[in-house]
């Protein structure tokens, strides 16, 4: 059983659509932080949330830290093909951030 | 820059040979982490190290699994008597500090046990 269970396992819309995954679990985390993963590639991150209940935009992208620290959610609106890409959540599990876990993401595939 | 990298890029091995995977960290970066990414999941901790220091292993799945950091820098992940199930990509990240920094991941190194 993951300790992160990201939802939905895979997703897959047509361009300019906007679309929402979800990052949970019954754990408190102290940060969580979002990466993009392409083919081949390592994760990037994307962004980190520390406080219950912040919000945190990165251009098209809105993640929200739940009030308890246990789950998280990514938004994306009007989607484009280069968004496609694996989304991985990760929890830190102490406050230096050198114990991450991470969930089995979300596959996100935009059609033009 | 130069970002992680890692050797080799994939890593073809017959069940009970060894291999040594090979991670070259961002130049100046104090911590680097292993991970094992499943097809299909995410990157499962493995090993910790600051400068030389291992300081947790706590996710190496056998004893077959060693890593070693001997001056701080390079490190190398060696898988002894591989074994069909150890097939996975093998992540390595390193961060610039100790508390709370970005880990920058290598693009992976893609071990197939046959």
């Known amino acids: 059983t993951q300790l992160l269970e990201q939802s939905p396992q895979f997703l897959s819309i047509q361009e300019g659509e906007n679309l929402t995954v979800y990052c949970n679990s019954s754990s408190v985390f102290s940060s969580l932080q979002w990466y993009r993963q392409e083919p081949g590639e390592g994760p990037v991150l994307l962004v980190t949330v520390v406080t219950g209940g912040e919000v945190k935009k990165l251009k098209r992208l809105t993640f929200q830290f739940g009030d308890a620290r246990k789950d998280s959610s990514l938004h994306i609106t009007a989607a484009q093909p280069g968004d496609t890409g694996l989304y991985l959540c990760?929890?830190?599990?102490?406050?230096?951030?050198?114990?991450?876990?991470f969930g089995a993401g979300t596959r996100l595939t935009v059609k033009p | 820059g130069a970002g992680v990298s890692q050797s080799p890029r994939y890593k073809v091995a017959k069940r009970g040979q060894d291999v040594a995977l090979r991670c070259d960290p961002i130049s100046g970066h104090v911590s680097l982490f292993w991970y094992q990414q499943a097809l299909g999941q995410g990157p499962e901790f493995l090993t910790y190290f600051q400068n030389e220091a291992q300081l947790d292993k706590s996710g190496l799945p056998s004893d077959r699994f060693f890593a070693e950091r001997p001056e701080g820098s390079v490190s190398t992940l060696k898988i002894q008597r591989t074994q069909q199930e150890d097939s996975a990509v093998y992540l390595c990240?390193?961060?610039?500090?100790?508390?709370?920094?970005?880990?920058?991941f290598g693009p992976g190194t893609r071990l197939t046990v046959t």
């Open positions: 990760a929890g830190a599990m102490s406050y230096n951030n050198n114990d991450m876990r």
């Open positions: 990240a390193s961060s610039r500090g100790t508390w709370g920094y970005e880990q920058y």
